[in-house]
């Protein structure tokens, strides 16, 4: 039973540890759990050469998104703008670091960090570097992708810069720049990317 | 498999998935042979921790509300906001829309991540006939609504940047702040380092298919 079992043709709900057997999907359909619903596996939808793509579009806003001002405010004759790190300084210059840090994190390093593991992955698979020391470090940045994927927060943000945007304009006159267009197409880029981006797949890959 | 039925667990059949890759083992073996990361049945200690985390968030909770969260000063005249009042003050002024999106991100989502963690940590630590489905639903949904809980940190950030101009003008964070992002770390954490397959474990014993 045991041998049995220890192939493909079943699967173990990872929240109520349910034993199913697995059955070929359509493409597109999500596999839940009966008893908790739980998703357990999808038709792996990732073309390689459309991640790239998107990697490095992604790779080519995440710089001006973060250099550039997110927002612009115009009071009384005086103009100020901030970027996001400059949010997270102000706060830490409070003293609030724990609050910066969690800006700071969710908001520049995970995302960064997210795109470039993707990156290197894909750069791994793409050109079949099978040597033991690629093969190390694709398991690696596999084993931190959940973590990366929980502690990016860019939609979230996003809506911040709206919902900023509209507390703002009661007393001053804001304005979008080049760092909202870049932040918010980062932003764009990074959910599609997370769609095509299979992690069940790309461990699948080791396997092979 | 044909003694499969709707009800086998994987702990039944000898066969445990990877905590890391999800790559099905058997019990023997003690790291996953595909990602090398340490095989456990069954985290008993997740509900300890899980418990120490929401306790601690649920205390914080009380600092993350009572305290204020920013303060403005308009014109010399010095204004501190809770989160509440916060939230009253923008229905005052006819913004509606961003009143709802942040009560519901600063008030609503904290308080019911804690009553539904804690419903279903209870539910383990003391067998309670609660419908594991249910909580099982709810859990996805604290999982998926939890981090929005940023978007208030993320607005206070953005405005303490821009609004900064001395005596005529001036926005900064207040105590709250720092309480309010403790508390979303620990009810994060405490979500993400629970076993729930303990849950259905332990109540499969009872013998409720819910
Ligand atoms: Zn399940
Ligand atoms: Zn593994």
């Given at each position: 039973m045991e041998q049995e079992c220890a192939d493909n043709s079943v699967v173990l709900c990872r929240s109520c540890d349910l034993v199913?057997?697995?059955?070929a999907l359509p493409s597109g359909v999500r596999a839940l759990c009966p008893r908790c619903h739980t998703t357990l596996y999808d038709t792996p939808y990732c073309s390689i050469n459309g991640m790239l793509a998107l990697c490095l579009t992604a790779l080519l806003f995440l710089l001006p998104a973060n250099v550039l001002p997110v927002l612009e405010?115009?009071?009384?004759?005086?103009?100020r703008t901030t970027t996001i790190i400059e949010g997270a300084m102000a706060v830490s210059n409070q003293g609030y670091w724990i609050v910066g840090i969690a800006v700071l994190v969710s908001a520049v390093?995970?995302?960064?960090l997210l795109i470039l593991s993707v990156l290197f992955q894909i750069l791994i698979i793409k050109y079949r570097l099978n040597s033991p020391f690629f093969r190390d470090i694709l398991k690696r940045l596999l084993?931190?992708?959940?973590?990366l994927a929980q502690l990016s927060m860019l939609e979230i943000f996003m809506i911040s810069i709206l919902v900023s945007v509209f507390q703002l304009s009661d007393f001053a006159?804001?304005?979008?720049?080049?760092?909202?267009?870049?932040?918010?197409?980062?932003?764009?880029v990074t959910l599609f990317?997370?769609?095509e981006y299979n992690l069940e797949h790309m461990w699948g890959v080791?396997?092979? | 498999m044909s003694d499969l039925n709707n009800k086998t667990q994987g702990i039944t059949i000898g066969l445990t998935p990877c905590p890391s890759c999800g790559k099905l083992s058997v019990h023997s073996d003690i790291h996953c042979n595909r990602c090398g990361k340490a095989l456990v049945m069954r985290d008993y200690s997740s509900l300890q921790k899980s418990w120490a985390l929401l306790i601690t968030a649920a205390i914080l909770l009380f600092p993350a509300n009572l305290y204020p969260i920013t303060m403005l000063v308009n014109r010399g005249q010095i204004r501190h906001d809770t989160i509440f009042t916060g939230i009253v003050h923008l229905v005052e002024s006819d913004m509606f829309p961003i009143a709802i999106i942040l009560f519901t991100a600063s008030i609503l989502v904290p308080l019911l991540k804690i009553v539904g963690l804690t419903a279903y940590l209870l539910a383990i630590s003391f067998r309670l006939p609660i419908s594991k489905q249910k909580l099982m639903v709810g859990f996805h949904i604290i999982e998926w609504i939890g981090r929005w809980s940023m978007l208030d940190l993320f607005v206070i950030s953005i405005t303490a940047a821009l609004v900064n101009m001395g005596q005529l003008l001036d926005a900064k964070p207040a105590p709250a702040a720092t309480a309010f992002a403790l508390v979303i770390l620990l009810t994060q954490l405490a979500a993400k380092v629970l076993d729930t397959r303990l849950l259905w474990d332990r109540l499969e014993s009872k013998d409720d298919a819910n």
């Amino acid at each position: 039973m045991e041998q049995e079992c220890a192939d493909n043709s079943v699967v173990l709900c990872r929240s109520c540890d349910l034993v199913i057997s697995k059955r070929a999907l359509p493409s597109g359909v999500r596999a839940l759990c009966p008893r908790c619903h739980t998703t357990l596996y999808d038709t792996p939808y990732c073309s390689i050469n459309g991640m790239l793509a998107l990697c490095l579009t992604a790779l080519l806003f995440l710089l001006p998104a973060n250099v550039l001002p997110v927002l612009e405010l115009h009071f009384l004759g005086s103009v100020r703008t901030t970027t996001i790190i400059e949010g997270a300084m102000a706060v830490s210059n409070q003293g609030y670091w724990i609050v910066g840090i969690a800006v700071l994190v969710s908001a520049v390093i995970a995302p960064a960090l997210l795109i470039l593991s993707v990156l290197f992955q894909i750069l791994i698979i793409k050109y079949r570097l099978n040597s033991p020391f690629f093969r190390d470090i694709l398991k690696r940045l596999l084993s931190y992708q959940g973590l990366l994927a929980q502690l990016s927060m860019l939609e979230i943000f996003m809506i911040s810069i709206l919902v900023s945007v509209f507390q703002l304009s009661d007393f001053a006159d804001i304005f979008l720049g080049m760092g909202t267009f870049c932040f918010a197409m980062l932003f764009l880029v990074t959910l599609f990317l997370q769609r095509e981006y299979n992690l069940e797949h790309m461990w699948g890959v080791l396997d092979e | 498999m044909s003694d499969l039925n709707n009800k086998t667990q994987g702990i039944t059949i000898g066969l445990t998935p990877c905590p890391s890759c999800g790559k099905l083992s058997v019990h023997s073996d003690i790291h996953c042979n595909r990602c090398g990361k340490a095989l456990v049945m069954r985290d008993y200690s997740s509900l300890q921790k899980s418990w120490a985390l929401l306790i601690t968030a649920a205390i914080l909770l009380f600092p993350a509300n009572l305290y204020p969260i920013t303060m403005l000063v308009n014109r010399g005249q010095i204004r501190h906001d809770t989160i509440f009042t916060g939230i009253v003050h923008l229905v005052e002024s006819d913004m509606f829309p961003i009143a709802i999106i942040l009560f519901t991100a600063s008030i609503l989502v904290p308080l019911l991540k804690i009553v539904g963690l804690t419903a279903y940590l209870l539910a383990i630590s003391f067998r309670l006939p609660i419908s594991k489905q249910k909580l099982m639903v709810g859990f996805h949904i604290i999982e998926w609504i939890g981090r929005w809980s940023m978007l208030d940190l993320f607005v206070i950030s953005i405005t303490a940047a821009l609004v900064n101009m001395g005596q005529l003008l001036d926005a900064k964070p207040a105590p709250a702040a720092t309480a309010f992002a403790l508390v979303i770390l620990l009810t994060q954490l405490a979500a993400k380092v629970l076993d729930t397959r303990l849950l259905w474990d332990r109540l499969e014993s009872k013998d409720d298919a819910n």
